[in-house]
């Protein structure tokens, strides 16, 4: 009886160790899942930003965004392609990047203040422009 209840404890245990022992992907420099290290860092950062677009009221609207859980989510998913392939596209375009995931750093949070989130939009937009001017 006592090396089943052993046992039993055991097989857990080792699941949770094995885990441990796995690196994150943020740590390894991986945001997302589904992509390929070679795919087209532009098409994936102009993706991304695309999806989250969906979301957002139109330009000139951000003052009536409403910033749900799924806006969040979106902004979120777009930060961590724009870290994982931003820095591989094109060196012009590296400060709009670093803009991006400066503004998405809040945007991807529920705990700032609505008017911080307004001021943050307006700098995401402006700095995905100007990525997907530049990968067009």
Known sequence: MRRIVA???????????AACQHTPAAS???????????DD?????VSAI???DLLLKPRGQ????????????????????????GPALPDSLAPAVK????????LSRAD???ARQ??????????TDRIKAGCA
């Open 7 to 17: 046992t039993a404890l055991l097989v857990p245990l080792l699941s949770i160790l």
């Open 28 to 38: 390894a420099g991986r945001y997302s899942t589904g992509g390929d290290p070679a």
């Open 41 to 45: 860092p532009c098409a994936r950062v």
């Open 50 to 52: 695309g999806y989250a």
């Open 62 to 85: 951000e003052d009536g965004q409403y910033f749900e859980d799924a806006v969040l989510g979106r902004l979120a998913e777009a930060r961590g392609i724009t870290l994982q392939y």
């Open 99 to 106: 803009e991006v995931e400066a503004a998405t750093a809040g």
């Open 112 to 114: 700032v203040p609505r």
């Open 118 to 127: 307004v001021e943050l939009l307006k700098k995401y937009r402006a700095a």
